[in-house]
Nanobody, 116 residues
Framework: VQLQASGGGLVQAGGSLRLSCAAS????????MAWYRQAPGKQRELVAN???????NYVNSVMGRFTISRDIPKNTVYLQMNNLRPEGTAVYYC???????????WGQGTQVTVSS
């Protein structure tokens, strides 16, 4: 199983980035896919997730600015991040979980840096 995250980078406040996470080795349709982030000195936090049925959930601080989506044929989940803020600087991690069979996988992380 591999989750390959990409799309991070350096952007000015107010800018946009789109993160991608390509999954291999799992049946994408049955997993909840999520993006987490971890800023320096802070705990990892959930940013957004999308369930196997397509329902989405966001942390309050990104609501209205970030959009999670998925392309099932491509086994890829995206995080479109608009109007980025400096507090969004973190390593962003892709996660795939299927709790009923106790499967939980993580990608390697991609750095997002937002300058003020």
């Amino acid at each position: 199983v591999q989750l390959q995250a990409s799309g991070g980078g350096l952007v000015q406040a107010g800018g946009s980035l789109r993160l991608s996470c390509a999954a291999s080795g799992i049946d994408f349709r049955f997993y909840m896919m999520a993006w987490y982030r971890q800023a320096p000195g802070k705990q990892r936090e959930l940013v957004a997730n999308i369930g196997s049925g397509g329902a989405t959930n966001y942390v309050n601080s990104v609501m209205g600015r970030f959009t999670i989506s998925r392309d099932i044929p491509k086994n890829t989940v995206y995080l479109q991040m608009n109007n980025l803020r400096p507090e969004g600087t973190a390593v962003y991690y892709c996660n795939a979980v299927w709790r009923s069979i106790n499967k939980d996988y993580w990608g390697q992380g991609t750095q997002v840096t937002v300058s003020s």
